[in-house]
């Protein structure tokens, strides 16, 4: 079936320093890629998401690259701050966006230190 | 405030106990979603529905019945529930299940225990 997993699991940096988290798809039919954060008691909040018909998409210190091709795609923060502390989902669309069935990775957890 | 209100935050349920958990959404969105979250497991995708209509069912025992009366409801009706299903079950909305606006926005979610 299909399946998404995400690297790595833990992340520590230091503030100021980039985080990079990455994920891999199996469905080559997906084209729908959003990126969650979940901060402890809440639920997930969307920060940003890419279509397959992008390969990068900025906002602010937030940035998503997708490689169809490898089918991987990657979160990058840079110029972290301790309120970037926070579990991290990728997600993928199950075949294409047409069904609104996502998959998500088992999530990364970032802590970053002051 | 991500537009989507879910109640009771916190459930405590006995194994034969009937209980119910509520969605809102105040985005005018036509979409929503059960979504079930464990420890150490990603989020499960649980139902789908699209204007009232369920399109999707994850293969969810029948012990999970969800309702929707009008596209800002959702309900989750639990019966019959096993310890494993212990999680936290949150509901998402978006405005479209296809294309440019399936952006899904979550709630915070209820915190179910069964005992």
């Known amino acids: 079936g299909e399946n998404v997993e995400q690297h790595p699991s833990t992340l520590s940096v230091q503030e100021g320093d980039s985080a990079v988290i990455k994920c891999t798809y199996s469905?080559?039919?997906?084209?729908?890629f959003p990126w969650y954060k979940q901060e402890l008691g809440k639920g997930p909040q969307l920060i940003i998401d890419?279509?397959?018909?992008?390969g990068e998409k900025k906002d602010q210190r937030i940035a998503v690259t997708l490689n169809k091709t490898a089918k991987h795609f990657s979160l990058h923060i840079t110029e972290t701050q301790p309120e970037d502390s926070a579990v991290y989902f990728c997600?993928?669309?199950?075949?294409?966006?047409?069904?609104?069935?996502?998959?998500f990775g088992q999530g990364t957890t970032l802590q970053v230190k002051p | 405030e991500t537009g989507v209100t879910q109640t009771p935050r916190h459930l405590v349920m006995g194994m034969t106990n009937k209980k119910s958990l509520k969605c809102e959404q105040h985005?005018?969105?036509?979409?929503m979603y059960w979504y079930k979250q464990s420890a150490k497991k990603p989020l499960e995708l649980m139902f789908v529905?699209?204007?009232?209509?369920?399109?999707e069912n994850n293969s969810v025992p029948s012990r999970f019945s969800p309702e929707c009366p009008n596209s800002s409801h959702l309900f989750l009706h639990l019966h019959t529930l096993q310890p494993e299903d212990s999680a936290l079950y949150l509901c998402?909305?978006?405005?479209?299940?296809?294309?440019?606006?399936?952006?899904?926005?979550f709630g915070p979610g209820t915190r179910l225990t069964v005992t």
């Open positions: 998402a909305s978006s405005h479209s299940i296809a294309g440019e606006g399936n952006e899904q926005y």
């Open positions: 469905d080559s039919a997906s084209n729908y």
């Open positions: 529905y699209n204007f009232k209509e369920q399109t």
């Open positions: 985005l005018g969105h036509n979409a």
């Open positions: 997600a993928a669309s199950i075949g294409s966006s047409n069904t609104g069935k996502l998959i």
């Open positions: 890419i279509r397959s018909n992008v």
